[in-house]
C-alpha cells in the first residue's frame, strides 16, 4: 500500500497567520490527492480533490499544490473555524490511504 | 440534502460479529459509489472498503479482507457493513462516505468496540 506522510504532526498558529501542511507519497500518485478536516467529534469534510482543486462551498484562503510524491495544503489568514486536524488522502490506488493528521492548534 | 446515517454499532467481544447500516437520502442512492472509513479512538482515518454503484465490484482494505462484507441494497438506499471475526482493533468509529475517489459526503458515524 501507498504511505502517506504528512508534517508536521501539529502545529501552533494564530488566527490571521499563513500556514502550510506537508503531504509526501511513497510512491508517486500523480495528483490524486485529496485534503480533508475534521473538527472533534465530527466527520471529516473534503476540502480539495486533485491536489489542487477546490471542493464547492471551501473558502478560497484553501488551497493545495503538488504532484508526484509532494504535496501541499497551505491556509492564508487563518480562521477561528480553521483550527481542526488535517488529513490527506491518495486515491492512485486501492487500498486507499491517508496521512496519520496534522493538528492545527491555537498559538 | 444529503444525508446518511450510521447505525448498529455497539459493544462486541473478539470474535463476535456486528452488521453496520448506511441509510442515505437526499441524493440518487443508486448512482453513487460507496464507502466505508473507520477511526481508532483518538487514531487517523483508516479506508476500509468499497463499493460500487452497481454492488459489482468491491474492495478491502487488507486489515479487514476475509472478515468483512460490504454489501448495499438500492432499493432500499442502504449500505451495509458485516463484520466477522471482531478483533480488539477492530474498535473504532465508522463512517459509511460517498464517493469512488474522494469522499464528499459522510455521515455522523457509529461507534464499534470489541472488547471482553
Known amino acids: 500500500a501507498i504511505r502517506m506522510t504528512q508534517s508536521p504532526s501539529s502545529l501552533s498558529a494564530s488566527t490571521g497567520d499563513r500556514v502550510t501542511i506537508t503531504c509526501r507519497a511513497s510512491?508517486?500518485?500523480?495528483?490524486?490527492l485529496a485534503w480533508y478536516q475534521q473538527k472533534p467529534g465530527k466527520a471529516p469534510k473534503l476540502l480539495i480533490y486533485a491536489a489542487s482543486t477546490l471542493q464547492s462551498g471551501v473558502p478560497s484562503r484553501f488551497s493545495g499544490s503538488g504532484s508526484g510524491t509532494d504535496f501541499t495544503l497551505t491556509i492564508s489568514c487563518l480562521q477561528s473555524e480553521d483550527f481542526a486536524t488535517y488529513y490527506c488522502?491518495?486515491?492512485?490506488?486501492?487500498?486507499?490511504?491517508f496521512g496519520q493528521g496534522t493538528k492545527l492548534e491555537i498559538k | 440534502e444529503v444525508q446518511l446515517v450510521e447505525s448498529g454499532g455497539g459493544l462486541v467481544q473478539p470474535g463476535g460479529s456486528l452488521r453496520l447500516s448506511c441509510a442515505a437520502s437526499g441524493f440518487t442512492f443508486s448512482s453513487y459509489e460507496m464507502n466505508w472509513v473507520r477511526q481508532a479512538p483518538g487514531k487517523g482515518l483508516e479506508w476500509v472498503s468499497y463499493i460500487s454503484s452497481s454492488g459489482s465490484t468491491i474492495y478491502y482494505a487488507d486489515s479487514v479482507k476475509g472478515r468483512f462484507t460490504i454489501s448495499r441494497d438500492n432499493a432500499k438506499n442502504s449500505l451495509y457493513l458485516q463484520m466477522n471475526s471482531l478483533r480488539a482493533e477492530d474498535t473504532a468509529v465508522y463512517y459509511c462516505?460517498?464517493?469512488?475517489?474522494?469522499?464528499?459526503?459522510w455521515g455522523q458515524g457509529t461507534l464499534v468496540t470489541v472488547s471482553s
Open positions: 510512491q508517486g500518485i500523480s495528483s490524486y
Open positions: 462516505a460517498r464517493g469512488g475517489f474522494t469522499f464528499d459526503y
Open positions: 488522502q491518495q486515491y492512485y490506488s486501492y487500498s486507499y490511504t
